[in-house]
């Protein structure tokens, strides 16, 4: 694979984990091993970016980021909440 855009993960080690582990229930432990969430699971228009098309009936591995809301004036984080993602891994895609 060509990975030409980079993913912005943030995620925390508990996040990377949770997407191993179902990597590693639909494919086996050595393509868990092979995760890496910079180049190799990302989200439908993270492959689009990348020259990449999710194929067909392929379902989405689930996944949370988590967003910040910040005081417009002071920039202090007020509130903090997850939000579903849905990803893709590379075995789920192919080139356009």
């Given at each position: 694979?060509?990975?030409?855009?980079?993913?912005?993960w943030t995620g925390s080690e508990n996040?990377?984990?949770?997407?191993?582990?179902?990597?590693?229930?639909?494919?086996?432990?050595?393509?868990?091993?092979?995760?890496?969430?910079?180049?190799?699971?990302?989200?439908?228009?993270?492959?689009?970016?990348?020259?990449?098309?999710?194929?067909?009936?392929?379902?989405?591995?689930?996944?949370?980021?988590?967003?910040?809301?910040?005081?417009?004036?002071?920039?202090?984080?007020?509130?903090?909440?997850?939000?579903?993602?849905?990803?893709?891994?590379?075995?789920?895609?192919?080139?356009?």
């Amino acid at each position: 694979m060509n990975i030409s855009v980079k993913s912005n993960w943030t995620g925390s080690e508990n996040t990377s984990d949770l997407v191993r582990k179902q990597i590693a229930k639909r494919w086996g432990e050595d393509e868990a091993k092979r995760y890496n969430p910079f180049v190799n699971c990302f989200t439908f228009k993270g492959w689009l970016k990348n020259g990449y098309v999710v194929k067909k009936d392929e379902k989405a591995i689930r996944s949370f980021i988590i967003v910040e809301k910040k005081d417009k004036e002071t920039g202090a984080v007020i509130e903090r909440r997850p939000k579903t993602i849905y990803l893709f891994f590379d075995l789920q895609v192919e080139p356009q």
